[in-house]
């Protein structure tokens, strides 16, 4: 909604004559406007039409023009204002445009209950236009509906909703099935935008059963339509979790959005609820669903309970290798000595790719990490190598990589080399900033050694980090 069809509303519906100085020409006028010379006009108002000189008069201002004021078109919040002050402005006739225009002010400033009757009233000039599209699509049969530049309805973007209904009603009279559905479609257009808004505001209001019922018909006329579609399907999620009926056609809702409107920016969001829903409906309503869940990540959970050591091994790219008879394998299984990873089972792996990352958790994987760092700092390699391999399957990240790559080299391993050249290879900085964390636990010799193997690995990173100044000290 533009601002100016808003004060074209409330000039319209104030009722009030303007306040212009004497001989101005009435607003809106068609008549022949007076010759310059015999205007009448006070001292010192532009002149209107050429000057006398012919040339034109850069101070003149359209026929009909309000006088300028030199005052700031009124803010939203001054102009709703002004409306409340209207006695009697939502029972006073209005066209479609003026009544969804003054809705959508009232509704993008944060009052949707007030917005919703001139919403209705907006609706109801679209009401003839609804109800011939509803019975000529009928008519139509399986045959597609026609835009209205191929059913040649004629019509502008300023056309007005009910001149459009009338040129689809005389086309209906004619026998025209195709032609007036297409021409009443084109008129639902501005309808359905209001239609949805006045959902919206519904929702705004607490009124859930207003929103549901204004959003079918939104999609009774439009089946496609992205804010309908979306709006219905997630207020069913959020309010009828215990119908499971509700719970279905919220899951369809959501599938139909999804091939309706594959690129919507919504679409993440419509294909994550709609997988809910339909877990949610499998499980028998949501409540059922929320304790299943919750029992998943009760489950979960006690497989990874990293205060016990759980049994955790590496997966991804630190890892190399991957299951043999349900047994740990690759780089991380440390040869067979005490440093080996235990076995673990298929379903304790698919547990830590889908443990689900509570704040909890997270403080808990830092809390090792940090306990792993302690460790390396006072040469305690294998006790820091079990820290790190129960973090690493959860958090592979520069930091934990590269704590496991030193602790490798520490204890030895053959695979250390190959390890510490994806931690550097992958985040130099992080293992530079591991050499500073040795230094500050008082690892100064272990830092050094740290650094000195980074400037061999990285050679381009050490000239940039200026390893050889910390070398030094």
């Not at 104030?14 to 022949?32: D, R």
């Not at 997988?275 to 669903?289: I, L």
């Not at 390699?381 to 790559?405: C, I, N, S």
């Not at 050094?448 to 980090?465: C, E, G, H, N, R």
Request: aromatic letters at 4%; charged letters at 25%.
């Amino acid at each position: 909604m533009t601002l100016s069809l808003a004060l074209t509303a409330a000039a319209l519906l104030a009722a009030e004559p303007p306040n212009l100085p004497a001989g101005h020409p009435p607003l809106g006028s068609e008549a022949q406007r007076p010759a310059a010379a015999s205007q009448g006009l006070p001292e010192g108002h532009p002149t209107f039409g050429s000057s006398p000189s012919g040339a034109a008069d850069p101070g003149a201002m359209p026929e009909g023009h309000p006088p300028m004021t030199g005052r700031a078109p009124p803010t939203a919040a001054e102009l709703l204002q002004q409306l409340d002050g209207m006695q009697g402005l939502r029972e006073r006739e209005k066209t479609f445009e003026i009544a969804s225009s003054l809705g959508k002010l009232y509704y993008t400033n944060g009052r949707a209950a007030d917005a919703i009757p001139y919403f209705l009233q907006a609706e109801e000039k679209g009401k003839a236009a609804r109800e011939l599209f509803l019975a000529q699509r009928e008519k139509l049969g399986k045959a597609a509906v026609q835009n209205p530049t191929e059913a040649k309805c004629g019509f502008s973007p300023a056309t007005p909703v009910e001149e459009m209904a009338s040129v689809a009603a005389e086309r209906a009279k004619k026998g025209d099935t195709a032609g007036a559905a297409a021409c009443a479609r084109a008129a639902l257009e501005p309808v359905l935008e209001v239609e949805s808004m006045r959902a919206n505001a519904h929702f705004l209001s607490g009124d859930v059963a207003g929103a549901l019922k204004t959003y079918e018909r939104v999609l009774e006329v439009e089946p496609t339509s992205a804010d309908a579609l979306f709006g219905r399907s997630a207020l069913l999620y959020e309010t009828k979790g215990e119908d499971l009926k509700s719970l279905q056609s919220a899951h369809e809702g959501f599938e139909a959005f999804l091939a309706a409107h594959p690129d919507s920016p919504r679409a993440a969001l419509a294909r994550k609820l709609g997988r809910m829903t339909d877990e949610a409906v499998k499980a028998g309503g949501m409540a059922k669903w929320q304790v299943s869940r919750a029992e998943d990540r009760r489950i979960r959970a006690s497989k990874l309970d990293l205060s016990r050591g759980g049994p955790m091994m590496a997966q991804g790219p630190m890892a190399g290798g991957g299951l043999r008879g349900g047994g740990a394998a690759g780089p991380m299984a440390g040869g067979g000595d005490n440093t080996a990873a235990p076995n673990i089972s298929q379903e304790t792996v698919q547990a830590m790719q889908n443990v689900e990352r509570t704040p909890e958790l997270e403080a808990q994987l830092t809390q090792t990490v940090e306990q792993g760092e302690d460790l390396l700092a006072k040469g305690r390699y294998d006790e820091a190598l079990a820290a790190y391999r129960q973090v690493m399957p959860l958090r592979p990240d520069g930091r934990v990589k590269a704590g496991l790559a030193w602790t490798l080299v520490g204890l030895g391993k053959p695979t250390a080399d190959r390890v510490w050249g994806v931690a550097v290879g992958s985040d130099p900085a992080a293992v530079d900033q591991l050499g500073e964390t040795l230094k500050a636990k008082g690892d100064m010799k272990g830092a050094k050694a740290l650094w000195t193997k980074l400037a061999a690995s990285a050679p381009d990173y050490a000239s940039q980090a200026s390893l050889q100044a910390k070398l030094s000290q």
